[in-house]
């Protein structure tokens, strides 16, 4: 199933396309541009001096979670694959939380995620750690400087939305209020365990679906790359570790399609849609259930 219309670059509103090309992108060096992601695994170390509060642990199991459902059911299952419908305000709300984890836009994780999608496990796959490496599917590829850029032609869904455009270009800024937020709150410890701790976690719980869930785990469908199947990974992204059910039907609104198979994110989602927040919560039907079967669920 494809998410996106891939048509010419050029005609996808090309005054927009000029200008999302931010300067700093086209003027910094990529390894200054990546000196951030570096600094902030490096801040680490500040963690032997600095003691955790209660506080500050509350902020780091907090943020990590709010921040990942932004990644998760925001930046992946909305503005990735549309597996739901919301209002114009609410999108912007997920782009916002989405971007405070510091993984970059909305629309440059969109549109190199469908990339993914498009020429998973093979060359042409931006991470496949089969084509490449496991460091490279789980990190090199994010600070390589050929995946700095937008692919625009991949999101002519989104060009139209200024906000989005505008915050893709911005993408820290939604970090700067946490990281005040954090430090006001607990001081150093807060700013510490709560904003740098839970933001290198999720980098590295993020990237483990790309890395990982391609190597660890079992396959329910037959799909044509190797994504896997893994409960622990499912847990600690809120329901992103049912990879290869996501391969299979990447359509869908809940990556667990059964019972058993923990989706905190799409739980959240169903919540929301209670209160009339999303709507149109996309599921497989029995048909693409039984599809390509390998296993039977117990």
Not at 22 to 50: E, G, S
């Amino acid at each position: 199933m494809s998410t996106a219309t891939i048509g010419s670059e050029e005609k996808i509103h090309p005054p927009i396309v000029a200008s999302s090309q931010f300067w700093i992108r086209r003027t910094l060096p990529n390894w200054l541009l990546n000196m951030p992601f570096v600094v902030f695994h490096l801040l680490l170390v500040t963690l032997i001096w600095t003691k955790p509060t209660p506080t500050s642990l509350i902020l780091c199991f907090s943020l990590y979670v709010i921040r990942m459902f932004g990644i998760t059911a925001g930046y992946h299952r909305y503005f990735s694959h549309k597996a739901y419908k919301t209002s114009r305000f609410f999108q912007f709300v997920l782009a916002w939380i989405g971007a405070a984890s510091l993984q970059k836009g909305p629309l440059w994780w969109a549109s190199h995620h469908r990339d993914h999608h498009r020429h998973s496990d093979t060359p042409l796959d931006p991470h496949s750690p089969h084509t490449t490496s496991f460091w490279w599917s789980h990190v090199g590829w994010v600070l390589a400087e050929d995946h700095n850029d937008v692919t625009w032609r991949n999101i002519p869904d989104w060009t139209k939305y200024s906000e989005l455009r505008l915050l893709d270009r911005m993408h820290w800024i939604p970090a700067i209020p946490t990281i005040i937020f954090c430090y006001y709150i607990d001081g150093w410890s807060g700013l510490t365990w709560g904003f740098l701790l839970s933001t290198v976690l999720l980098y590295h719980c993020t990237f483990f679906i790309n890395s990982l869930n391609h190597l660890w785990g079992s396959r329910r469908f037959r799909t044509t790359d190797d994504s896997r199947n893994n409960f622990l990974l499912a847990i600690l992204t809120l329901g992103e570790g049912w990879h290869n059910n996501h391969h299979h039907y990447q359509g869908a609104a809940n990556q667990g399609f059964y019972w058993w198979e923990v989706d905190l994110s799409y739980s959240v989602l169903v919540v929301l849609s209670k209160c009339g927040i999303v709507w149109d919560l996309r599921k497989p039907n029995e048909k693409v259930l039984n599809r390509d079967r390998i296993q039977i669920p117990a």
